[in-house]
T-cell receptor
Framework: GAGVSQSPSNKVTEKGKDVELRCDPI?????LYWYRQSLGQGLEFLIY????????KSGLPSDRFSAERTGGSVSTLTIQRTQQEDSAVYLC???????????FGPGTRLTVL | EDQVTQSPEALRLQEGESSSLNCSYT??????LFWYRQDPGKGPEFLFT???AGEEKEKERLKATLTKKESFLHITAPKPEDSATYLC????????FGTGTSLTVIP
């Protein structure tokens, strides 16, 4: 069956521009996560959606970062006024619920020039 | 403070040379420990979930075990295709990921 998909796979942008990253989770998965992975670093938690509950935004590094999940399915991570330190791979994952194993997408590699 | 520490950071093995990777954790109310494999340029791939001390899971050359403070990923007679970064994660109030062990298996 279809796994988690993310688009675009690569994004190059100029400092100060806004970017939107998309995640299509596995059908039926109620939980959705966004992570950031910088070169040689571990996964940094950004935000967690579970069903219709208010999202856990505790990992968002600044108010330039926001995310939404429409209809309990597709999610968009938006980064406003991008900075060079935002360059990283952004990973999305989904799971059946908040305590189950997560299945990851291939990631979006963001480069801010 | 909840945290996950993996060791070693990097490991080089000869093909067929068995070894173990360690994941030590401190978490309030463990709700699951997860192992993932990550190949370069790809997202992590799920391997195992362990929920309680004493539990073990196996898949091909990999075996994961869990105690109250740590988990081991044992690799028996590894092959070059086992080369990857192995990530450990724990679920407490949130998911916490370790920084991984980069495994290289030399033919």
């Amino acid at each position: 069956g279809a796994g988690v998909s993310q688009s675009p796979s690569n994004k190059v942008t100029e400092k100060g521009k806004d970017v939107e990253l998309r995640c299509d989770p596995i059908s039926g998965h109620t939980a959705l996560y966004w992570y950031r992975q910088s070169l040689g670093q571990g996964l940094e938690f950004l935000i967690y959606f579970q069903g219709n509950s208010a999202p856990d935004k505790s990992g968002l590094p600044s108010d330039r970062f926001s995310a939404e999940r429409t209809g309990g399915s597709v999610s968009t991570l938006t980064i406003q006024r991008t900075q060079q330190e935002d360059s990283a791979v952004y990973l999305c994952a989904s799971s059946l619920g908040g305590v189950y194993e997560q299945f990851f997408g291939p990631g979006t590699r963001l480069t801010v020039l | 403070e909840d945290q996950v520490t993996q060791s070693p950071e990097a490991l080089r093995l000869q093909e067929g040379e068995s070894s173990s990777l360690n994941c030590s954790y401190t978490v309030s109310g463990l709700r699951g420990l997860f192992w993932y494999r990550q190949d370069p340029g790809k997202g992590p791939e799920f391997l195992f979930t362990l929920y309680s001390a004493g539990e073990e899971k196996e898949k091909e050359r990999l075996k994961a075990t869990l105690t109250k403070k740590e988990s081991f990923l044992h690799i028996t007679a590894p092959k070059p295709e086992d080369s990857a970064t192995y990530l450990c994660a724990v679920r407490g109030n949130q998911f916490y990921f370790g920084t991984g062990t980069s495994l290289t298996v030399i033919p």
